[in-house]
Structure formats: C-alpha cells, structure tokens
Nanobody, 115 residues
C-alpha cells in the first residue's frame, strides 16, 4: 500500500511560480513511476509530467519549458516546479505513483492562476 501526500498548491498571478511536493509512505522500496496529473473543471484528468525508471521523463506539450519535475534523494518524493504559470494551468493537481502493478493517487492540491 502506498500513501501519497501533496503540498504546495495555492493562488498565484499569471506569470508566477509554484512548487508542488509529493511524499510517498508505506511499505515501499522504490517506486518505478511517479509524477503529476491535473484535472480542470469539466475536463478529463491529464498527464502533466512523470518519471519512469529506466526511461525518460515525459511532459505534456502544454507545460514543456515551463514546468520541471524532479525526485528527492529518497526516490519516494517528487516535486513539480511550475514557472510562467498561465490561467489555463488552473486545476487540481494529483500526485501519481505506480507500484507493484497498482496505481496510487494523492488527494489532490488546488492550483489557481489568476489573469
């Protein structure tokens, strides 16, 4: 079982920055895939950025060059640095992990970008 806890959301003006954090806990050794999704009102949940062990980092085209995903030294934490935020980045951001054949989700953190 993996428990994910996010932090760092909030309200920011367009052009500003926020940093999201996600920490995984439970009886885990190393999570092979960990990243971030988001869901805006009335839209489907979409991938933002993800680490996959043994593969490259994947970013949504809409955030390339503005967002950076990174992992902590313990490998069970993941961060999302969001720069040059736009109103269309407004959404609930969810931490995601894939471990031993099962997906896990955090509770979500709201990011609101005002114009």
């Amino acid at each position: 079982q993996v428990h994910l806890v996010e932090s760092g959301g909030g309200l920011v003006q367009a052009g500003g920055s926020l940093r999201l954090s996600c920490a995984a806990s439970g009886s885990i050794f190393s999570i092979p895939a960990m990243g971030w999704y988001r869901q805006a009102p009335g839209k489907e949940r979409e991938l933002v950025a993800i680490f996959i062990t043994g593969s490259s980092i994947n970013y949504a085209d809409s955030v390339k060059g503005r967002f950076t995903i990174s992992r902590g030294n313990a490998k069970n934490t993941v961060y999302l640095q969001m720069n040059s935020l736009k109103p269309e980045d407004t959404a609930v951001y969810y931490c995601y992990a894939y471990y031993r054949g099962s997906p896990y989700w955090g509770q979500g953190t709201q990011v609101t970008v005002s114009s």
